[in-house]
């Protein structure tokens, strides 16, 4: 076992400190154990760290945890003293000039209405258009219009929240079209200036006025929700009511009508900023010190206390998110390496270079910010491997990514399997998680993952859930691929191939094919960080770099909006596609 191994190796090295006096910090254990593992996640999924959150002092005070816990085992501290650090938007809050009112009315702020937390900032004043739910649907199998003989062009348009009733069963038609987002840009792209919400009780029964503080990009219109009693005062002079409304659009009636009022409204809502870091972890190769580098990372960042627009699979419950498997095991897991690893440098031709990411729930944020802002070149990188949830393991199965990114990881993961894991081996390097902005860069990358479960993302991942024995034997197998990786003389680069596995995360029936660029913070488009090989975007002639301005002649201006109108759209089909290449727009066909 290499285990025991190790253990022979560690004796030798304490003894050698103690006669030499080298050094009087205190060495942590190098022996990968179960204790030790499960220890690391103990602390970091503790309620004292509160999920996490970027920004936070639970944010804090992991990242202090884990760089602690990499001098303790005697790497170097590259950057700030171990930190890397950065700002991040973490939330939105209410600015002080919003308002709502008509010629009769003027509406309080939080009581009465309250901006959308992705509204656009500034003021509108026009007449108002009762548009039911704001849907349109115009395909092969089912067609359906709310906007039909309705100009809305320079008008702002109330909408209702939900959409009309399907039975238990049944196939839900609506089922891409119900977000606020993808309203609002079916109204934008029918002129609209402004949007008004109401939810009428058989959505809502409560009707209660929550601001959701994530940050989301802006949708580029002022957009508020109103109270159903305010509503209802706009829509006495035509004698309607929103529940009444609401009930024969429920039953699936189109259409609307223009209300005789003139409504004007101001939105302001302010970003919030946070200082967030990656922490770093150095070791360097004695036989090759300017030599290769390994990366070796996992995100430490989760969702705090979860909530509306956290990325939380339940977002109406407000509660510690723990993140004990996502991925306080995946961060455990590369502290434990960074200590056996440290203990066996002379035998590694490469230095290893140790990076616990911020930020990847957001959108692979810190990961993206160290490959744009690298502490060692990029050109000395050999392959990165990374680590996200690992404490889940069930009848001896792990995922294994990244596979086709080097033509020698094929031999390579199954040689070092000395333990009979059943490995379920996947060949791309994009995937949702750190690794995709190191292949973006053109890195070899593996992925080691036990697997999604029921509590992912939910105040469910708890530390009582985390197989500790597995995670041993899960560690012992990537210490084994890494120092089967130094045996190599070289790793070869290479293009994932053209098979690619969905994402079980993902609610689309159609894709491009591309890795965004999540670190666009602009309004002007999509940024193209990747295009897969094989795959719709790539076969028309999309690049990386490309920045998506247009679906099927619909604008988009962030990644939001990609995603709401990749769910308009049918496999299959064939749609227009323009792109900002080198400063001029070209248009591009893909075949669903």
Same mark, same amino acid.
């Given at each position: 076992?290499?285990?025991?191994?190790?253990?022979?190796?560690?004796?030798?090295?304490?003894?050698?400190?103690?006669?030499?006096?080298?050094?009087?910090?205190?060495?942590?254990?190098?022996?990968?154990?179960?204790?030790?593992?499960?220890?690391?996640?103990?602390?970091?999924?503790?309620?004292?760290?509160?999920?996490?959150?970027?920004?936070?002092?639970?944010?804090?005070?992991?990242?202090?945890?884990?760089?602690?816990?990499?001098?303790?085992?005697?790497?170097?501290?590259?950057?700030?003293?171990?930190?890397?650090?950065?700002?991040?938007?973490?939330?939105?809050?209410?600015?002080?000039?919003?308002?709502?009112?008509?010629?009769?009315?003027?509406?309080?702020?939080?009581?009465?209405?309250?901006?959308?937390?992705?509204?656009?900032?500034?003021?509108?004043?026009?007449?108002?258009?009762?548009?039911?739910?704001?849907?349109?649907?115009?395909?092969?199998?089912?067609?359906?219009?709310?906007?039909?003989?309705?100009?809305?062009?320079?008008?702002?348009?109330?909408?209702?929240?939900?959409?009309?009733?399907?039975?238990?069963?049944?196939?839900?038609?609506?089922?891409?079209?119900?977000?606020?987002?993808?309203?609002?840009?079916?109204?934008?792209?029918? %002129?609209?200036?402004? =949007? *008004?919400?109401?939810? &009428?009780? /058989?959505?809502? !029964? @409560? $009707?209660? +006025?929550? #601001?959701?503080?994530?940050?989301?990009?802006?949708?580029?219109?002022?957009?508020?929700?109103?109270?159903?009693?305010?509503?209802?005062?706009?829509?006495?002079?035509?004698?309607?009511?929103?529940?009444?409304?609401?009930?024969?659009?429920?039953?699936?009636?189109?259409?609307?009508?223009?209300?005789?009022?003139?409504?004007?409204?101001?939105?302001?809502?302010?970003?919030?900023?946070?200082?967030?870091?990656?922490?770093?972890?150095?070791?360097?190769?004695?036989?090759?010190?300017?030599?290769?580098?390994?990366?070796?990372?996992?995100?430490?960042?989760?969702?705090?206390?979860?909530?509306?627009?956290?990325?939380?699979?339940?977002?109406?419950?407000?509660?510690?998110?723990?993140?004990?498997?996502?991925?306080?095991? %995946?961060?455990?897991? =590369? *502290?434990?390496?960074? &200590?056996? /690893?440290?203990? !066996? @440098? $002379?035998? +590694?031709? #490469?230095?290893?270079?140790?990076?616990?990411?911020?930020?990847?729930?957001?959108?692979?944020?810190?990961?993206?910010?160290?490959?744009?802002?690298?502490?060692?070149?990029?050109?000395?990188?050999?392959?990165?491997?990374?680590?996200?949830?690992?404490?889940?393991?069930?009848?001896?199965?792990?995922?294994?990514?990244?596979?086709?990114?080097?033509?020698?990881?094929?031999?390579?993961?199954?040689?070092?399997?000395?333990?009979?894991?059943?490995?379920?081996?996947?060949?791309?390097?994009?995937?949702?998680?750190?690794?995709?902005?190191?292949?973006?860069?053109?890195?070899?990358?593996?992925?080691?993952?036990?697997?999604?479960?029921?509590?992912?993302?939910?105040?469910?991942?708890?530390?009582?859930?985390?197989?500790?024995?597995?995670?041993?034997?899960?560690?012992?197998?990537?210490?084994?691929?890494?120092?089967?990786?130094?045996?190599?003389?070289?790793?070869?680069?290479?293009?994932?191939?053209?098979?690619?596995?969905?994402?079980?995360?993902?609610?689309?029936?159609?894709?491009?094919?591309?890795?965004?660029?999540?670190?666009?913070?602009?309004?002007?488009?999509?940024?193209?960080?990747?295009?897969?090989?094989?795959?719709?975007?790539?076969?028309?002639?999309?690049?990386?770099?490309?920045?998506?301005?247009?679906?099927?002649?619909?604008?988009?201006?962030?990644?939001?909006?990609?995603?709401?109108?990749?769910?308009?759209?049918?496999?299959?089909?064939?749609?227009?596609?323009?792109?900002?290449?080198?400063?001029?727009?070209?248009?591009?066909?893909?075949?669903?």
């Amino acid at each position: 076992m290499i285990i025991k191994k190790y253990y022979i190796f560690r004796t030798v090295v304490i003894a050698i400190l103690f006669s030499s006096l080298v050094s009087c910090l205190p060495k942590a254990d190098p022996i990968v154990s179960e204790s030790e593992l499960v220890s690391h996640v103990n602390y970091l999924a503790s309620e004292e760290l509160g999920g996490r959150f970027p920004g936070t002092a639970g944010d804090s005070m992991a990242a202090t945890y884990i760089r602690d816990q990499f001098e303790k085992y005697g790497l170097t501290l590259p950057g700030d003293n171990g930190y890397q650090t950065f700002d991040v938007i973490t939330e939105v809050d209410l600015g002080t000039n919003n308002s709502f009112g008509w010629n009769r009315r003027m509406g309080t702020v939080q009581e009465d209405f309250l901006p959308l937390s992705f509204t656009g900032n500034g003021s509108v004043r026009s007449d108002l258009v009762f548009v039911g739910y704001g849907i349109s649907i115009d395909k092969s199998t089912f067609t359906f219009n709310d906007y039909s003989d309705l100009d809305v062009t320079g008008k702002i348009v109330l909408i209702l929240e939900g959409a009309p009733h399907v039975d238990d069963g049944e196939d839900d038609p609506f089922s891409g079209f119900l977000s606020q987002r993808s309203k609002i840009l079916n109204a934008k792209d029918r %002129g609209a200036i402004g =949007v *008004i919400f109401v939810s &009428g009780p /058989l959505f809502d !029964k @409560k $009707d209660a +006025l929550k #601001f959701v503080k994530r940050k989301e990009s802006s949708v580029g219109l002022p957009v508020v929700r109103v109270k159903r009693t305010l509503a209802d005062e706009l829509l006495m002079q035509a004698e309607k009511s929103i529940a009444d409304l609401e009930i024969k659009h429920s039953k699936g009636e189109t259409g609307g009508f223009l209300v005789a009022e003139t409504v004007f409204f101001q939105t302001d809502v302010v970003s919030k900023e946070a200082k967030t870091q990656n922490v770093m972890g150095f070791i360097e190769s004695p036989n090759n010190p300017d030599g290769d580098i390994l990366v070796i990372g996992a995100h430490y960042d989760h969702l705090g206390m979860g909530g509306p627009g956290s990325g939380s699979r339940v977002p109406d419950t407000t509660a510690i998110h723990y993140g004990a498997d996502d991925n306080a095991s %995946g961060v455990a897991a =590369v *502290i434990e390496l960074a &200590g056996s /690893l440290e203990a !066996k @440098k $002379d035998q +590694l031709p #490469f230095s290893i270079l140790f990076i616990a990411f911020a930020c990847e729930e957001m959108g692979l944020i810190g990961s993206k910010y160290y490959v744009e802002n690298p502490v060692y070149p990029l050109s000395r990188v050999n392959a990165m491997i990374n680590i996200d949830m690992l404490g889940r393991l069930r009848d001896k199965k792990i995922s294994v990514g990244g596979v086709g990114t080097a033509i020698e990881f094929a031999d390579l993961v199954k040689v070092a399997n000395t333990d009979s894991l059943k490995l379920a081996i996947s060949l791309e390097g994009q995937g949702p998680s750190d690794h995709a902005a190191f292949y973006g860069k053109d890195l070899s990358v593996l992925y080691f993952s036990t697997g999604a479960h029921m509590d992912y993302h939910t105040p469910d991942d708890s530390i009582d859930k985390i197989n500790g024995a597995g995670m041993v034997e899960v560690v012992a197998y990537i210490d084994e691929v890494i120092m089967r990786m130094g045996e190599l003389s070289e790793l070869t680069y290479q293009e994932a191939g053209p098979k690619q596995k969905k994402s079980t995360r993902s609610p689309y029936k159609v894709t491009l094919g591309i890795m965004p660029d999540f670190t666009d913070g602009g309004n002007d488009g999509l940024g193209v960080e990747m295009v897969t090989e094989g795959r719709p975007a790539q076969m028309a002639g999309m690049q990386k770099g490309d920045k998506i301005v247009s679906l099927n002649g619909l604008s988009v201006s962030s990644i939001q909006d990609y995603m709401m109108r990749l769910q308009t759209l049918e496999e299959g089909k064939t749609i227009t596609v323009e792109v900002i290449r080198d400063g001029e727009k070209i248009v591009l066909l893909v075949q669903l």
